[in-house]
């Protein structure tokens, strides 16, 4: 296998046998001329299968070293899909600290169709198992306090208990961490972030690493509907062939910024795993915030990650709005919290835009 840096640089390169392009075309064409009855040229429509999304599929199943992948409208489509899965009865062991949207649709697949989350801290997943339990979902790092989880001891109980073992791969990428080759079964990611890099793009993706499963989910994909659209697979194409570039930038920047953040004293506690490019901070006032918000002028105050440019989302009021507030106090994401996507740009002017926004105080 190729590394990981030439198999991103090229993917869909050289695709195109008739005309020899070097970059995928893209397929709009919804529909697919039949050659005769009872035959097809492998396309017949494109919720099915199209060819510039099947480009986007097989980079992140090689990526993830799975067998199969799948390209949604969006990272929640991805998750959807995968728990369309489950059933009536069914219980999902989730590790607590998660995206706020992932939990949303949790509590709404409970309420529709009694599959029931279990939330559980990393440390107690197999005292959650019950005769109900049919996977566990994960995020590595946690979001937002950037914990990182063992995905090889989760493998191990998901393994004997004969669990499903899902893991959404958002915040590491397959470039800093691949969970299948550890022992998951499911990646997902929403490759609104990291992947596409350049937030320009709303995407989800999926991995698997079984082709049983591999069957399950295409049928899945294909009666749910909630494909990437062409024009967005060429995107992401296009942003995930820089991903090495862009992360190692952003990882270099974080790790440096960490250092700083953790010698101002408006900030009293720095949350870093000690990889990727995402850090949580608290200031030492609630009170600080809103004006610190305002002040930046580098940085924005916007609700993703994983792009070029530097974001500072507030979790409490944006990224995990619908977790109820005392969840959020019981699982640490206070008002004084501070989530920054570090992105590409110079350093020192991401030091002087904290500093600036935080000294006027
Ligand atoms: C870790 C994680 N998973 C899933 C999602 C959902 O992805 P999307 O916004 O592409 O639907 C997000 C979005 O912020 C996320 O941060």
Do not use: W
Not at 93 to 115: C, P
Not at 147 to 167: G, N, S, T
């Amino acid at each position: 296998m190729n590394r990981m840096k030439t198999l991103l640089a090229q993917i869909g390169n050289r695709k195109d046998v008739r005309t020899g392009a070097v970059e995928p075309p893209i397929y709009l064409s919804t529909a697919y001329q039949h050659p005769t009855l009872g035959q097809s040229t492998g396309y017949d429509y494109t919720r099915t299968a199209n060819p510039t999304r099947e480009i986007v599929e097989e980079a992140i199943a090689t990526l993830e070293g799975g067998v199969r992948g799948f390209a949604c409208a969006s990272g929640m489509a991805a998750i959807q899909l995968i728990f369309s899965l489950f059933k009536q009865q069914d219980e999902i062991i989730v590790t607590e600290d998660i995206y706020g949207g992932s939990y949303r649709l949790f509590e709404h697949l409970q309420k529709a169709y009694e599959i029931k989350p279990v939330y559980t801290d990393p440390n107690d997943i197999e005292q959650k198992i019950t005769s109900h339990t049919k996977a566990l979902f994960i995020e590595t790092p946690t979001n937002p306090l950037l914990m990182e989880i063992d995905i090889e001891e989760v493998a191990a109980i998901a393994k004997k208990h004969h669990l499903l073992f899902i893991v959404d791969n958002t915040f590491y990428t397959p470039y800093l961490q691949q969970p299948l080759l550890l022992g998951a079964d499911i990646v997902i990611h929403s490759a609104s972030k990291y992947l596409g890099g350049h937030n320009d793009v709303l995407a989800g993706l999926v991995a698997v690493k079984e082709e049983s499963l591999a069957e399950r989910l295409t049928y899945l994909h294909n009666a749910i509907g909630a494909v990437l659209s062409p024009l967005d697979c060429m995107l992401l194409i296009r942003g995930m062939k820089t991903l090495p570039l862009r992360l190692e930038q952003q990882q270099a920047n974080a790790q440096e910024l960490v250092t700083f953040l953790n010698k101002e004293p408006q900030v009293e506690e720095v949350l870093y795993p000690g990889k990727g490019a995402m850090i949580s901070f608290r200031v030492v006032d609630n009170k600080l915030v809103a004006s610190f918000l305002e002040k930046l002028k580098i940085i924005s105050f916007a609700e993703s990650l994983g792009g070029v440019e530097s974001f500072i989302t507030y979790p409490t009021t944006q990224t995990h709005a619908d977790i109820p507030q005392e969840e959020l106090q019981k699982r640490g994401i206070c008002n004084k919290l501070l989530r920054f996507s570090v992105g590409i740009e110079h350093v020192e002017d991401l030091k002087e835009d904290i500093q600036q926004a935080l000294r006027e105080n």
